[in-house]
């Protein structure tokens, strides 16, 4: 189960709908194992990347996040040199529910070849997806639900959060 600060969560509330129609994204830090985690905004760079090189970034941010990898290395560094360590990751979802997409999935193998009986990259991080709509139909912008996500062993299951 991940554990997260309430002021932690609303501040990722935040900038989720602060973002809006670009998905938001950012890590979590624990500074022990089972701690509560924190979060650190990062930089979706998805839109950016998106614009250079459309071929080899199809998606944009509406529906893809990138984290900045500059701010990824020294929160994870700040992280380690503290005795903690990434604990996850968080993104939101634009106008769909909050649940873990293949694309999702597929990040987290980035370095392994992603062949039979092979883990995730660190299976023991996990992922908090927000569903975050829009002002359609003369509604208003808001956080409609999250999700928790951890690997089981075999696949990403939904998991709890506690919000202390």
């Given at each position: 189960m991940l554990r997260i600060a309430r002021g932690d969560f609303e501040r990722i509330c935040a900038q989720a709908l602060a973002e809006y129609p670009h998905e938001c994204c950012g890590l979590l830090v624990e500074e022990k194992q089972g701690g509560v985690s924190t979060a650190h905004a990062c930089t979706n760079v998805q839109q950016q990347r998106h614009e250079e090189d459309p071929k080899r970034y199809p998606r944009d941010a509406r529906t893809a996040y990138l984290i900045n990898a500059g701010e990824q290395l020294r929160i994870a560094e700040a992280a380690e040199k503290a005795?903690?360590?990434v604990s996850g990751c968080y993104h939101s979802h634009i106008d769909c529910a909050a649940y873990f997409s293949a694309?999702?999935?597929r990040r987290t193998w980035i370095f392994n070849s992603?062949?039979?009986g092979d883990d995730p990259d660190d299976p023991d991080a996990m992922y908090i997806v927000f569903s975050v709509c829009g002002e359609e139909?003369?509604?208003q912008r808001n956080v409609q639900g999250y999700k928790?996500?951890?690997w089981d062993g075999n696949r990403y299951?939904?998991?709890g959060i506690e919000i202390v």
């Open positions: 005795g903690g360590r694309e999702d999935e992603q062949e039979a139909a003369g509604s928790c996500f951890a299951a939904e998991t």
